[in-house]
Each structure stands twice: as C-alpha cells, then as structure tokens.
C-alpha cells in the first residue's frame, strides 16, 4: 500500500510539472509596461557616486553652476534627448537618440545618434515616480572595469 501511495505521489509530481504554461511569452505581468511609464519624462541629473572594491571614492553633484541640471528626456517610442549646458552660457546641448528597457535584467539602454560609439547602459537600481537610481554598466560603448561601480541618481523634473 505504501509503495502505491508513494508511486501516485510521484505521478502527480510529474503531471504537475509537465503543464504547459500557455501564457503569452514576454511579460504577461505587465510590469514592462508600468516601468516604461514611470520612466518616460525629464530626468535631471542630481548626483553620481562613484565605488572602488566597495568603497566610497567620489560623490560628485552634478549641478552645473548657475546652469539648470542636464538631463535626459525619455520620449514615447524610444526616443530620447540627452540635453547639457554649456557651462560658459548655459545654452542647451542636445544629444538625440534612442531608448529601450528590457525587464528581465532591468537594464535601460541610451543610445546617441550623435556619437558612433555612443551607447550607454545602466541597471535600474530603483524608481518611483519621483526618482530614479541607476547603476552605469558601461558609459559610450565602455564598460565599467570590474572593481569600480558608478551610480547615477535622478530626479523627475515637475511639469
């Protein structure tokens, strides 16, 4: 009797693991999509730590003088401006391009138009509506080195 217990036991393990997940590939959560809103809009650029074996090295604000933040602005359909002051006038410099999140490794990707090697990557550390922590994976096609981690910290500009 117990070795037909144990047998229909291990037949309903079986059963159960062969089901078929027939959801929709990709998110069916629909947590792509709420990231990918929250995203969209102006991010200034308020500050940016940089580590070393774990250690603090650097904590830089990212305010240029008496100019407005520089900041990138997320567009509908993956298009983006990253937009700079010149620090001598404060006149705008606009880098066009594209963006994309991908949800499984939480990665956002910036591409510039303007520069061939102009790709950036950063892990999304948090997000709110309000604030955005990133952490830079690799900067203009280069990655970061191995022993050094660069965050990004943001914040959404109120419209």
């Known amino acids: 009797m117990k070795k037909l217990v144990a047998l229909f036991a ?19 959560s629909g947590s792509q999509d709420k990231t990918e809103k929250l995203l969209l809009g102006k991010w200034n650029m308020v500050k940016r730590e ?17 100019c407005d933040y520089h900041y990138y602005d997320l567009k509908t359909e993956g298009i983006k401006d990253d937009v700079y002051h010149d620090l001598q006038n404060c006149s705008l410099i606009i880098y066009s391009g594209t963006w994309s999140y991908n949800p499984i490794n939480k990665q956002i990707t910036l591409y510039d138009n303007n520069n061939e090697d102009g790709t950036t990557i950063a892990e999304v550390q ?23 981690e660069v965050y990004l910290y943001l914040e959404k500009q109120i419209q």
Do not use: H, W
């Open 10 to 28: 291990l037949l309903s393990l079986t059963l159960v693991s062969c089901i078929v997940d027939d959801r929709p590939a990709g998110d069916p």
């Open 50 to 66: 940089n580590y070393k074996n774990g250690t603090l090295t650097m904590i830089s604000n990212l305010k240029p003088f008496s």
């Open 126 to 148: 948090s997000l709110t509506e309000a604030n955005l922590k990133l952490k830079i994976i690799s900067y203009l096609g280069k990655p970061t080195q191995s022993e050094t």
